[in-house]
């Protein structure tokens, strides 16, 4: 089945800088690749998504890149502010008549912005 | 705009009870997930169901049972249940397979077991 390793676990960034989460993925048929932002006791929230029909992604101060090749994707988040600070988890699916959707999330890292 | 809607949000239960979690998704979403996440875990995906039967499972007990109803609304049955069931337990919803798959996430239940 699906695996999804994600590194780092832990990130503290000055705010104002950048901070990029990576997410490795073992099934080449996965095609579809979120990304999740977590704050304490709430529900995942979607910050951006790629499908593997593309590249790169961009949405504001976050950004997304998927290498098919090399089965692994990244988030960028430029810009940060103390309100970016929260768990980031990326995930693997696979859409497709034939998939049934469900989403394998990577372990999650732990995003700190310090003003 | 309609959310995907749990119930209860919070339950509190004896070892060895019985639980049972509700979650009605957004209309026109036809596919239910359901994950449980641990503590500082990543959510677990336990299984899912598109239009009424089940179409995936994944680590979900023997303990454990689920159901999707004619309105589409689904319930997850935990019986037995034991210290280490204590998480919080997420249903999400999407539109079927083969259009834009976005799962949109229910507030949880907080699952606590004493």
């Known amino acids: 089945g699906e695996n999804v390793e994600q590194h780092p676990s832990t990130l503290s960034v000055q705010e104002g800088d950048s901070a990029v989460i990576k997410c490795t993925y073992s099934?080449?048929?996965?095609?579809?690749f979120p990304w999740y932002k977590q704050e304490l006791g709430k529900r995942p929230q979607l910050i951006i998504d790629?499908?593997?029909?593309?590249g790169e992604k961009k949405d504001q101060r976050i950004a997304v890149t998927l290498n098919k090749t090399a089965k692994h994707f990244s988030l960028h988040i430029t810009e940060t502010q103390p309100e970016d600070s929260a768990v980031y988890f990326c995930?693997?699916?696979?859409?497709?008549?034939?998939?049934?959707?469900?989403?394998?999330f990577g372990q999650g890292t732990t995003l700190q912005v310090k003003p | 705009a309609a959310g995907v809607i749990q119930s209860p949000r919070h339950l509190i239960k004896e070892k060895r009870e019985t639980a049972t979690l509700k979650c009605y998704p957004i209309?026109?979403?036809?596919?239910v997930y359901w994950y449980q996440q641990g503590p500082g875990q990543d959510p677990q995906f336990l299984i899912s169901?598109?239009?009424?039967?089940?179409?995936d499972k994944g680590s979900i007990p023997d303990r454990f049972s689920a159901q999707q109803f004619s309105d589409y609304h689904s319930e997850l049955n935990m019986s037995s249940l034991e210290l280490g069931d204590s998480a919080l337990y997420f249903c999400?919803?999407?539109?079927?397979?083969?259009?834009?798959?976005?799962?949109?996430f229910g507030q949880g239940t907080r699952l606590t077991v004493v």
């Open positions: 999400a919803s999407s539109l079927p397979q083969g259009s834009n798959t976005e799962a949109f």
């Open positions: 099934d080449s048929a996965s095609n579809y």
């Open positions: 790629i499908r593997s029909n593309v």
């Open positions: 995930a693997a699916s696979s859409e497709g008549s034939s998939n049934t959707g469900k989403l394998i």
């Open positions: 209309p026109r979403h036809d596919t």
């Open positions: 169901f598109y239009e009424k039967m089940q179409s």
